[in-house]
């Protein structure tokens, strides 16, 4: 059973980099195919995809945000690292992480984690 | 902003069928597959359709997806009050500046 559960601060000030945190189980970020991706949803919006790493550290970001994003992995403690940096009030979401698999369903994102509220505010 | 365009609600009677339209362009779903997504009141996304017209293990048949040119579907045959949710397509889009997995701008479907 794949599960993935999301940590960090729920609160940041303005111009802080944000870091999240993606602990899973049930899946090993070395199995090919495998990825992690980060997605986040402001209150009462849609969904926007931020960044996904693959088994073989292969990365992509959105580019509208590629500037201020970083993705990175720890195979050994079945973790993946968000860092956000110059973080601004109209960042305020709930930031979710998700399995994606190419072999599992096409390279979707199969399995979410709860999410985790960040609120940017002074 | 959203690239993917879907209306902004829709509506049905119990046993009902409704549809969702997606719209995108040719480096989207014109070169890509659309995947669907339902998300419930206060609860995280949960994987419906990929691959165009792929249930994942566990999702009812009533729920369908089709892809035509830059446009895709989803339709939802015999609509059930559990389904009051907020739907979402996806794709990804092979802009000039890379890659990029968009989603829709999402339908709230309302069981009357």
């Known amino acids: 059973q794949i599960t993935l559960k999301e940590s960090g601060p729920t609160l940041v000030k303005p111009t802080q980099t944000l870091t999240l945190t993606c602990t899973f189980s049930g899946f090993s970020l070395s199995t090919s195919g495998v990825g992690v991706g980060w997605i986040r949803q402001p209150p009462g919006k849609a969904l926007e995809w931020l960044a996904l790493?693959?088994?073989?550290?292969?990365?992509r970001y959105s580019p509208s945000l590629k500037s201020r994003l970083t993705i990175t992995k720890d195979t050994s403690k079945n973790q993946v690292v968000l860092t956000m940096t110059n973080m601004d009030p109209v960042d305020t979401a709930t930031y979710y992480c998700?399995?994606?698999?190419?072999?599992?369903?096409?390279?979707?994102?199969?399995?979410w984690g709860q999410g985790t509220m960040v609120t940017v505010s002074s | 902003q959203s690239v993917l365009t879907q209306p902004p609600s829709a509506s049905g009677t119990p046993g009902q069928r409704v549809t969702i339209s997606c719209s995108g362009s040719s480096s989207n779903i014109g070169s890509n597959t659309v995947n669907w997504y339902q998300q419930l009141p206060g609860t995280a996304p949960k994987l419906l359709i990929y691959s165009n017209n792929q249930r994942p293990s566990g999702v009812p048949d009533r729920f369908s997806g089709s892809k035509s040119g830059t446009s895709a579907s989803l339709a939802i045959s015999g609509l059930q009050s559990e389904d009051e949710a907020d739907y979402y397509c996806?794709?990804?889009?092979?802009?000039?500046?890379?890659?990029?997995?968009?989603f829709g701008t999402g339908t709230k479907v309302t069981v009357l």
């Open positions: 996806a794709a990804w889009d092979d802009s000039l500046n890379g890659d990029n997995y968009v």
């Open positions: 790493i693959y088994w073989d550290d292969d990365k």
């Open positions: 998700a399995h994606t698999g190419i072999a599992a369903a096409g390279g979707a994102f199969d399995i």
